[in-house]
């Protein structure tokens, strides 16, 4: 399989920050949104179960298209198709409770932290990519937590929220890291 390498362009490096900001913003407003409303499994938190991976997938689309100079984006077109059986699958899931829930938002993490680990690793001449290394490292091991989490007593949802800040903040620091490969101060 082909992977995304580093990018060459200071144009590819700043479309990866600006994203990387938006992707920032967006986590962390869903992680307060979530918090006020996760204590019941209910319609909104399943369409906003929903959203966050529907919001991946076209940040993998964004990536995608600026990366296509540098190398095929086959594996951002990978975190597409995941994302969206992820989508699918927590709609699914929210009709059969928190414990199916956590299930399928575990196997995604664990397979898009993959993706975004490997991606970050063959970016990392460009810079700013440690902070996507670690959170791909992290979302595995967070996935797995969440699998196993679903078998507890009483499982809850508010562990979503623990997964999307601490990867709210890896963007952030790697979008600021990215400023100097986009040629901002």
Known sequence: MTTVTAPRSPAIASTLRRLYFVR???AIAWA??????????????????????????GAAVVDARASRATGS????????????LAAVGL??????????????????????GLVQL??????????????MIVSGGISVLAGGS?????AADNPV???????????????LLSAIRLGRAAGAN
Do not use: E, K
Not at 118 to 131: F, K, L, S, Y
Not at 157 to 171: E, K, Q, R, S
């Open 73 to 84: 984006p086959t594996l951002l077109y990978v975190n597409v198709a995941v994302s969206l």
């Open 32 to 57: 307060l949104v979530m918090f006020t409303i996760a204590g019941h499994l209910n319609p909104l938190v399943v369409a906003l179960l929903v959203l966050y991976p529907l919001f991946d997938v």
């Open 146 to 150: 969440f699998i196993a989490a679903a």
């Open 91 to 112: 709609a699914v899931a929210g009709t059969s409770g928190i414990p199916a829930v956590l299930r399928v938002w575990g196997a995604w993490a664990v397979v898009a």
């Open 24 to 26: 920032f913003a967006f």
């Open 157 to 171: 949802l508010t562990n979503a929220i623990g997964y999307a800040i601490p990867g709210a903040v890896f963007f």
């Open 118 to 131: 490997i991606v970050a690793v063959n970016r990392r001449g460009m810079g700013g990519q440690w902070p």
